[in-house]
């Protein structure tokens, strides 16, 4: 019998990114995502969670339970706003 693994996947991504580097050109805009990707990651571990992967401007992330993930994803939010 195979046992299933509870949790709950997040993938977080930096929206508009393709036109950030158009605007401000590569170095900076590759800076800017950096810091967006570290901050994802950062508040992943904080509610609990384990970063996957990382792909450029992505974040794919497990988390426990939902409730953690959407606590993660609203924290997310609000930090790049």
Not at 19 to 35: F, M, R, S
Request: a negative charge; proline letters at 2%.
């Amino acid at each position: 019998m195979v046992q299933q693994a509870a949790g709950c996947v997040l993938f977080a991504d930096v929206s508009g990114s393709t036109k950030l580097y158009e605007t401000v050109g590569d170095a900076a805009a590759h800076a800017a995502i950096d810091l967006c990707v570290k901050l994802f990651a950062n508040i992943t571990e904080q509610h609990g969670g384990r970063v996957i992967k990382t792909i450029g401007d992505e974040v794919m992330a497990i988390f426990p339970e939902a409730p953690q993930a959407g606590r993660a994803a609203v924290d997310i939010q609000l930090g790049v706003t």
